[in-house]
């Protein structure tokens, strides 16, 4: 038995358990190598939300009836089991539609009092929904962003971090995990360097939560955001998690039905954390679905399946590197990068590169993926990314292999 086979109990039988992964494509095993844009839901998540909708459908926080009951209770139990997977407190869990709307809030809020000359870092590798929201901000309030440099090696430049982040900091927002180059940044010591300074750390985590242990007294951040959908949870979810003591000098960034306390016809008040922040009707089924993929992970155990996918990777960065005229964007080891990996093929294009491997049943993706500046700072057009997930086997990345050798001699 491989070392892949031995770090998870019956390995090869967890793909059973996401019932897309049985389909063909062209007639081919479907290899999904997509993760890092969606990943795919196991049958838990899709029969707790279906049981929902056929046993508990009702609105959350406004009846006494049984049914508005039982969903109000699995609504807010999904906020306890979401706080527990990252080491939160209930009322510093807060649900919106994803890391972008979560992240277009922060920029919002948090910028709303600031003063032209005050500043924001951000860093080189961020994803346009960490980088675009802050440049309207600054745009509008006459802001500084700088930005934290990667080095030759793909990582930030820490030390460059340290003289970035001065007293004219107020925010520093940085990925955990870069969707593009795969690295995984070194939060705690950002959140010191911020912290020193009076700023505050916000963390996008949508690339990391799925593959690392998270807990957010342990980064040191001040708010860490993800989506549901690449965690093997629903689309149409996320997560803000907020320090209670900051949340509660925020103002809502919606108004309507949930989130007041009372309303006259000259004044309203809000609701304690986290209602104060989830206006109209929640996404219910999509909650009680997050909490159903929370529970798959924890049951696999985050360690055990971080080691396999580390295990993954590095068989993926020595099969891949075996090719001739292919050029790996990333960290060359898992040391500092996550199951993000991201190459070029010398004379052919991402998408064509995309649509070969395609024919062969194999799912990954080509282009800029939402970091131009990255994607130009590197000089590149773009690259075509593999990022792997707990299903993801040897027998993936070996038809992923073969198949690419087969997209080179197609176009020699």
Same mark, same amino acid.
């Given at each position: 038995m491989?070392l892949?086979?031995?770090?998870?109990?019956?390995?090869e039988?967890?793909g059973?358990?996401?019932?897309?992964?049985a389909?063909c494509?062209n007639g081919?095993?479907?290899?999904?190598?997509?993760?890092?844009?969606t990943?795919q839901?196991p049958?838990?998540?899709i029969?707790a939300?279906?049981?929902?909708?056929?046993?508990?459908?009702?609105?959350?926080?406004?009846?006494? +009836?049984?049914?508005?009951?039982?969903?109000?209770?699995?609504y807010?139990?999904?906020?306890?089991?979401?706080?527990?997977?990252?080491?939160a407190?209930?009322?510093?869990?807060?649900? =919106?539609?994803?890391t972008?709307e979560?992240?277009n809030f922060?920029?919002e809020a948090?910028t709303k009092n600031?003063?032209?000359?005050?500043e924001?870092?951000?860093?080189?590798?961020?994803h346009?929904?960490?980088?675009?929201p802050w440049?309207?901000?600054a745009k509008?309030?006459?802001l500084?962003i700088?930005?934290?440099?990667?080095?030759n090696?793909y990582r930030l430049?820490?030390?460059?971090?340290q *003289?970035?982040?001065?007293l004219k900091?107020?925010?520093?927002?940085v990925?955990?995990?870069? %969707?593009?180059?795969?690295t995984i940044?070194d939060?705690?010591t950002?959140?010191k360097?911020a912290h *020193?300074?009076?700023a505050?750390?916000?963390?996008?985590?949508?690339?990391?939560?799925?593959?690392?242990?998270?807990?957010?007294?342990?980064l040191g951040?001040d708010f860490?955001?993800f989506s549901?959908? *690449?965690?093997?949870?629903p689309?149409g979810i996320g997560?803000?998690?907020g320090?209670?003591r900051?949340?509660?000098?925020?103002?809502p960034?919606?108004?309507?039905g949930g989130?007041i306390r009372?309303v006259?016809?000259e004044y309203?008040t809000w %609701?304690d954390?986290?209602?104060?922040?989830?206006?109209?009707?929640p996404?219910?089924?999509?909650?009680?679905?997050l909490?159903?993929?929370?529970?798959?992970l924890t049951a696999?155990?985050?360690?055990h399946?971080?080691?396999?996918e580390q295990q993954?990777?590095?068989?993926?960065l020595?099969k891949?590197?075996e090719i001739q005229g292919?050029t790996?964007v990333?960290?060359?080891? =898992?040391?500092h990068?996550?199951p993000v990996i991201?190459?070029t093929?010398?004379g052919? +294009?991402?998408?064509?590169?995309?649509?070969?491997?395609?024919?062969?049943g194999?799912?990954?993706r080509?282009?800029? +993926?939402?970091?131009?500046?990255?994607l %130009?700072?590197?000089?590149?057009?773009?690259?075509t990314?593999v990022?792997?997930?707990?299903?993801?086997? *040897?027998?993936?990345?070996?038809?992923?292999?073969?198949a690419?050798h087969k997209?080179?001699?197609i176009?020699?």
């Amino acid at each position: 038995m491989s070392l892949l086979a031995k770090l998870i109990p019956n390995l090869e039988k967890i793909g059973l358990d996401f019932p897309l992964l049985a389909r063909c494509i062209n007639g081919k095993r479907i290899v999904y190598l997509d993760n890092g844009a969606t990943s795919q839901k196991p049958d838990t998540v899709i029969s707790a939300m279906n049981h929902f909708y056929t046993q508990d459908n009702a609105n959350v926080h406004r009846g006494i +009836h049984q049914l508005s009951q039982r969903a109000t209770m699995e609504y807010e139990n999904a906020h306890q089991v979401v706080a527990d997977f990252i080491g939160a407190s209930f009322e510093e869990i807060i649900f =919106t539609r994803g890391t972008t709307e979560s992240l277009n809030f922060l920029a919002e809020a948090l910028t709303k009092n600031l003063q032209p000359g005050d500043e924001i870092v951000l860093s080189q590798m961020e994803h346009h929904s960490n980088l675009v929201p802050w440049l309207q901000q600054a745009k509008e309030r006459k802001l500084g962003i700088r930005y934290i440099p990667i080095t030759n090696d793909y990582r930030l430049d820490m030390e460059q971090a340290q *003289k970035l982040i001065t007293l004219k900091t107020k925010a520093v927002s940085v990925a955990h995990m870069s %969707n593009v180059l795969g690295t995984i940044n070194d939060i705690p010591t950002l959140a010191k360097l911020a912290h *020193k300074v009076g700023a505050v750390l916000i963390v996008d985590a949508a690339q990391s939560v799925p593959h690392l242990t998270i807990d957010v007294h342990d980064l040191g951040c001040d708010f860490l955001v993800f989506s549901g959908h *690449k965690m093997y949870g629903p689309t149409g979810i996320g997560v803000l998690y907020g320090k209670k003591r900051l949340l509660e000098q925020l103002n809502p960034f919606q108004y309507g039905g949930g989130m007041i306390r009372e309303v006259t016809f000259e004044y309203a008040t809000w %609701n304690d954390l986290p209602w104060k922040f989830e206006a109209g009707t929640p996404p219910i089924a999509e909650a009680i679905g997050l909490s159903a993929a929370v529970g798959y992970l924890t049951a696999q155990g985050m360690q055990h399946l971080k080691e396999h996918e580390q295990q993954l990777t590095q068989y993926t960065l020595q099969k891949l590197s075996e090719i001739q005229g292919l050029t790996i964007v990333g960290p060359g080891t =898992t040391k500092h990068r996550g199951p993000v990996i991201s190459f070029t093929l010398q004379g052919l +294009h991402p998408h064509d590169v995309s649509e070969l491997l395609d024919r062969e049943g194999i799912a990954v993706r080509g282009g800029h +993926h939402c970091a131009m500046p990255l994607l %130009n700072l590197l000089g590149l057009e773009g690259v075509t990314r593999v990022s792997l997930a707990i299903y993801n086997t *040897k027998d993936d990345i070996d038809q992923l292999f073969e198949a690419i050798h087969k997209a080179v001699r197609i176009f020699q």
